[in-house]
């Protein structure tokens, strides 16, 4: 059985940092393509970033480019969203996802597995 266990995020003021983690199992996530995806009040879920396979491509959105990393530690078969320089448009619940391909992927529908989801609020 696999799950997508997300712990992290929270209220911060703006220009703080939060990490998110997203830790695995019934899954490698050396062997997975992993993703980083938010749903806004009010709005759908978009996409954040996302890492290929054994770490070899990464993508990220553009409002989030330069401020967020996505990495992964396969010791602890974990994945993580650091997220620096938070902006109240940030707010969002959070979500990690897993699909099993090579590349990265930036479309929600097409991920096989889910994180429960973590929320994260940024104050002006």
């Known amino acids: 059985q696999v799950q997508l266990v997300q712990s992290g995020g929270g209220l911060v003021q703006g220009g703080g940092s939060l990490r998110l983690s997203c830790a695995a199992s019934?899954?490698?996530?050396?062997?997975?393509?992993m993703g980083w995806f938010r749903q806004p009040p009010g709005k759908e879920r978009e996409f954040v970033a996302a890492i290929g396979w054994r770490g070899g491509s990464i993508s990220y959105s553009d409002p989030v480019k330069g401020r967020f990393t996505i990495s992964r530690d396969t010791a602890k078969n974990t994945i993580y969203l650091q997220m620096n320089n938070l902006k109240p448009e940030d707010t969002a619940v959070y979500y990690c996802?897993?699909?099993?391909?090579?590349?990265?992927?930036?479309?929600?529908?097409?991920?096989?597995?889910w994180g429960q989801g973590t929320q994260v609020t940024v104050s002006s």
């Open positions: 019934g899954l490698k996530v050396s062997n997975y393509a």
């Open positions: 996802a897993a699909i099993f391909t090579l590349n990265y992927c930036k479309m929600s529908g097409s991920f096989d597995y």
